[in-house]
């Protein structure tokens, strides 16, 4: 029986759950109730910023210096000292450009080290201008007002980027409090919560225009269309249309579709689109933001407004989608490369009641042929909420439990949330709190707020000793229990704090080295996460099983780096159509964005769906780069086989499609480990002067070589499928053939078996056609080469392999890729690189089928070897397909097929 001290405990906890399990947008600020958004949205200061000539200065690595002083009558009296301007380029076309004052908080963690910038090749000035040339782009300085026009090369006429087109800059400095009155009285309240803002207004506002582009992307994260819909009317008036894009990590439960309000993550990164170039810009800034999108005929103006923290804005001049992704990777990371076992079919809910449960699922999986990876348990399996902890009464033996996972190939996945039930008793708070290692409030004591747990303290993870202390606790030794097959779930990171402002934490709290909650806020999720990681790369170097353990944790808040450290999910969506639709664009927007590890909760996360829509969520899911099933405590089970053995068939259908699939989606993920390419794409990556694509959020690109066109509405019998491109598109689960240039749209008839998937012609795609329970049942399988031969009679491919788990792909290159060329009727695998690894047998060719052949094959030379097993056949197009079976071959050897025909 509970004491009546933790029922008190609990009763308070569901008081104000009740206030936070529904959106409620009264909870939670709009620009009106941000006192620096009022001030700086789209209000001209009436001072302006003219950055001095005479200071312009370069050394001789490129870096140039300059003082920005303010002039205006509102100036007197607050403004004293010039700011510091900066400018640098980089390899590949980026620029940097850099606005601060000294003092004020700059973001880590965030940038790769390794940056290098690019010498000045010429400067020359012109009246009130000035230009740089570096090896390759081009920069003009305007100084009163100051301007930046930032250029794809140095040989452009027109810019491809301008920094304070419309003058809209504005930079508020650290002052001592006096002369601020009226909007800029520096208390500030939103519902019964006070913010002392001991420094008072330090807002920023940059606008960052896009010449002649009328589409942009990305500062995720909101459930709304993928090319974001403006938020100003390019008028003489300025008349609002819309609330402004908000970047400010929230815990927002039942969120709802097609609405401009922030999520749980921020990216503060736009990417610009017209035909022919493709731009972005990214400001490292932690702060509150907000962003405005004013379209009009001169091109897309936006329009960022900060609290706190200073100018530091990056440029990418493209000219190519994959250019503006590589130049942005370059500055924050690429996606660290996955395990493979992460990449399969994820089972979650909350909760999984006891280890008897765990079993009957994992055993169910099997008994129905499924294959699944992991099986996860959220917050109910601990003691109390006492993260790393166990429910002793309904997992006495969790070892015992991981390891009969494991015997199969399948994973665990356990919940640990950031929020440290204040218990002397537990371990972890015992010694957080000893060492003093918790977020402070405003007068330096510890913050107490309330979460799952009741009572619960807050890890300042700006704090790299804490963060490395943090690390050390996911060792077997100290997460009693665990065992080195068991993986992390981040949670309620962004911070959650029931009892909070916003549902959040109080922005005064401070961090290490005395820096307010307001400056880190957006990163402290980001944070959490990599400790979190680097966790489980400590636990892998101290073991002797699995010393050089890849890690996987899955985290709901992020920001830009996110994406070197795990994966994210889009959070607490629900069952219903909408929230279906609303995936795909939302899942574009991060992988645009840099985060391409990403995937939303197959079925919803809250309701019941029903059959239909259970069904479709899993047929679109399989093509997520993250596929997770999870539903919320109070739902219906629904795994795989509850609901009849057709819905489940049909489920398990797509399931093994995805697996399938896997050398094609490793592949991808390599590919996003080296550039930053998104796995999920869409239309326009592949297709960037294709226009009629870029507001295309219904279908996308699943890699270069599959077009995926989900149903998305209840009862469909038919979708329209649109064609980019000129080429030919296979069928890939049929025989059907279409010609984009004869047959631009097409109407595909749809039953509840499938939907529609498409394959790309001059593409080739490797995959493992065996049904195996998981990952880990394939590492032997051997491969079916499928070739899509384009027009011309081309394709082209490649493969990546490595043991899918190790870091020995990196620090001892065990790895293997090759690329495939189809011409001139010949199939050739080249070996780009064998890490002396891996055996014939478990990269053996068992298949090489060929679509779209405009000739019958009659013979086939293998060289020394002789092709006996094959057949060819013409489909109803007119075109033949060749089926080659037990060819012989294996990945780790150069072959060339050579065939002959008529």
């Not at 003219?50 to 607050?78: H, N, P, Q, W, Y």
């Not at 909101?222 to 894009?245: D, I, V």
């Not at 995805?658 to 592949?667: A, G, V």
Request: glycine fraction near 8%; charged fraction near 25%; aromatic fraction near 12%.
């Amino acid at each position: 029986m509970r004491s009546s001290g933790a029922i008190a405990v609990a009763l308070s906890v569901l008081a104000l759950l009740g206030q936070a399990l529904a959106f409620k947008a009264n909870e939670f600020k709009t620009c009106s109730q941000s006192s620096f958004c009022q001030r700086l949205r789209n209000v001209p200061p009436e001072h302006k910023f003219v950055l001095r000539s005479d200071t312009v200065a370069a050394d001789e690595t490129g870096f140039v210096t300059a003082k920005i002083a303010v002039v205006g009558e509102s100036a007197e009296g607050l403004y004293h000292d010039d700011l510091d301007f900066a400018l640098a380029a980089y390899g590949d076309g980026v620029v940097r450009l850099k606005v601060s004052q000294p003092g004020r908080f700059e973001v880590p963690e965030v940038l790769m080290d390794d940056l290098k910038q690019v010498p000045l090749v010429s400067v020359s000035k012109t009246g009130s201008q000035q230009t740089l040339e570096f090896l390759d782009s081009k920069v003009v300085l305007t100084f009163d007002p100051i301007k930046v026009e930032v250029y794809g090369n140095k040989k452009s006429t027109s810019p491809t980027v301008v920094f304070n087109e419309n003058g809209l800059f504005d930079f508020e400095r650290q002052r001592k409090p006096g002369g601020a009155s009226g909007s800029e009285s520096w208390p500030e309240t939103f519902g019964s919560h006070s913010d002392s803002r001991p420094n008072g207004p330090m807002g920023l506002s940059i606008d960052v225009h896009f010449p002649g582009v009328s589409h942009v992307f990305g500062i995720p994260e909101r459930a709304t269309a993928f090319s974001l819909k403006p938020t100003k009317e390019l008028s003489s008036k300025g008349h609002t249309l819309h609330e402004p894009y908000r970047l400010y990590n929230l815990d927002v439960f039942e969120y709802l579709h097609d609405h401009p309000f922030g999520l749980y993550g921020s990216i503060p990164f736009i990417t610009a689109k017209k035909s022919g170039s493709t731009s972005g810009a990214f400001w490292l800034n932690a702060a509150e933001m907000y962003v405005d999108v004013r379209k009009g005929g001169e091109g897309t103006s936006t329009q960022w407004v900060s609290e706190s923290g200073v100018v530091d804005l990056f440029f990418f001049v493209g000219p190519e989608p994959k250019d503006v992704t590589r130049q942005y990777a370059a500055m924050t990371g690429t996606t660290q490369m996955p395990q493979l076992f992460s990449l399969g079919y994820h089972q979650c809910r909350w909760n999984y009641k006891d280890e008897e449960d765990v079993a009957s699922v994992d055993r169910n999986f099997d008994l129905h042929g499924i294959p699944c990876d992991v099986i996860w348990l959220d917050i109910e399996h601990t003691d109390g909420k006492r993260y790393m902890t166990w429910d002793k009464a309904h997992f006495p033996t969790p070892e015992k439990m991981q390891g009969a996972l494991e015997e199969k190939g399948r994973k665990m996945v356990t919940i640990v949330d950031p929020h440290i039930k204040k218990d002397d008793s537990y371990p972890v708070f015992k010694e957080a709190s000893g060492k003093g290692y918790f977020v402070k409030k405003k007068d330096g004591t510890d913050f107490d707020g309330w979460c799952w747990p009741g009572s619960s303290m807050y890890l300042d993870m700006l704090d790299p000793e804490i963060r490395k202390w943090w690390a050390t606790l996911f060792v077997p030794q100290a997460y009693k229990g665990s065992t080195e097959s068991l993986y992390i779930w981040n949670d309620m990171n962004e911070p959650s704090v029931f009892n909070g402002p916003e549902i959040t934490m109080h922005k005064d709290n401070l961090h290490h080295g005395g820096v307010e909650h307001r400056e880190v806020h957006n990163i402290y999720g980001y944070l959490y996460h990599m400790a979190t990681a680097d966790g489980l790369v400590y636990r892998g170097q101290k073991s002797k099983a699995k010393p050089s353990d890849r890690a996987f944790v899955l985290s709901r808040a992020f920001f830009s780096g996110t994406q070197r450290v795990g994966p994210i999910w889009t959070g607490d969506n629900t069952a219903d159509w909408d929230h279906l639709r609303v995936s795909i664009p939302m899942c574009l927007t991060l992988g645009v964005s840099g985060l391409t590890f990403s995937g939303a909760d197959v079925g919803g996360f809250f309701g019941n769906p029903d059959t239909e829509l259970l069904t479709r969520w899993y047929q679109l899911g399989i093509f997520y780069p993250f596929f997770r099933a999870h539903a919320h405590i109070d739902t219906k089970r629904r795994e795989p086989w509850v609901h009849g053995e057709e819905t489940m068939s049909r489920i398990r259908s797509a399931i093994q499609l995805r697996y399938s699939l896997m050398p094609y989606l490793y592949t991808l993920f390599h590919q996003a480990h080296k550039d930053g390419t998104p796995v999920m794409r869409p239309i326009w990556y592949e297709f960037p002067n294709q226009e009629a694509a870029y507001s295309t959020q219904d279908a996308f690109l699943f890699g270069q070589a599959l077009l995926v066109s989900p149903v998305l509405e209840p009862g469909a019998k038919s979708v329209r499928v649109s064609l980019p491109g000129d080429d030919l598109w296979y069928d890939l689960l049929g025989e059907d053939v279409h010609d984009a240039k004869v047959s631009p749209s097409v109407d595909v008839a749809v039953t509840m078996d499938s939907i529609p998937v498409h394959l790309r012609g001059g593409t080739i795609v490797p995959r493992r056609m065996r049904p195996r329970r998981n990952t880990k049942a394939m590492t032997h399988d051997p491969y079916t080469i499928v070739v899509a031969l384009d027009k011309v009679q081309e394709a082209r491919g490649s493969v990546y392999v490595d043991d899918g788990s190790s870091f020995d792909y990196k620090e001892k290159r065990k790895f293997l890729r090759s690329t495939f060329v189809f011409k001139h009727y010949r199939l050739e695998n080249d070996v780009y690189h064998n890490g002396l690894y891996f055996s014939n047998a478990s990269t053996m060719v068992e298949k090489i089928v060929v679509r779209g052949l405009t000739k019958k094959i009659s013979a086939i030379d293998a060289g020394r070897m002789t092709i006996k097993y094959f057949e060819c056949t013409q489909d109803k197009s007119g075109l033949w397909t060749l089926v080659i079976k037990k060819p012989g071959l294996s990945l780790t050897e150069n072959w060339s097929l050579k065939m002959r025909g008529h």
